[in-house]
């Protein structure tokens, strides 16, 4: 059954069995889980970065920028997530796709790079902390998405 609407969702950690129609939002982890839209069952991860996915909230609904190309499934669907509702984008060539995927990896490398000229934002660097809640999450994410 294709979901034309998705209901956001605020969770400290994602469910073991998403729910059709819900948008899980991790956000200490700034990414957001949904099955597919086209109702195929596929799980969908959108991490929050400035070279990844942007969300926001208006106290209701959800959006999420850019679209959600879903290349790897057998389904293929395209689609936009604003305000809470789903919008179907055309299908892309092999060639569009490919294009975009080295755009967005030279903006990561661009972005991580700290070149001279280029729109770099410096972070500070993090504090080494003990391995305890990272390797628990990253094993639990393993788990849900079925690795």
């Known amino acids: 059954m294709t979901i034309i609407n998705l209901s956001p969702q605020f969770v400290e950690h994602f469910p073991e069995k998403l729910e059709p129609g819900e948008l899980y939002l991790a956000m200490e982890f700034a990414t957001a889980a949904h099955l597919c839209a086209c109702g195929c069952g596929n799980k969908v991860i959108t991490p ?3 070279t990844d996915w942007q969300m926001s909230f208006d106290g209701e609904t959800v959006s999420l920028s850019p679209s959600i190309g879903n290349w790897t499934f057998k389904c293929r ?5 604003r305000s809470g509702r789903i919008e179907w984008a055309g299908n892309m060539s092999q060639e569009s796709i490919n294009a975009g995927r080295k755009r967005d990896a030279e903006a990561k490398a661009r ?8 729109d770099v ?4 660097a993090p504090q080494i902390q003990e391995p305890t809640e990272v390797p628990s999450f990253i094993s639990r994410l393993k788990k849900w998405l079925g690795f």
């Open 121 to 124: 934002v410096r972070q500070p």
């Open 111 to 118: 972005r991580h790079s700290g070149r001279p000229g280029e």
């Open 48 to 50: 929050f970065s400035p």
């Open 77 to 81: 669907s395209h689609y936009w997530v």
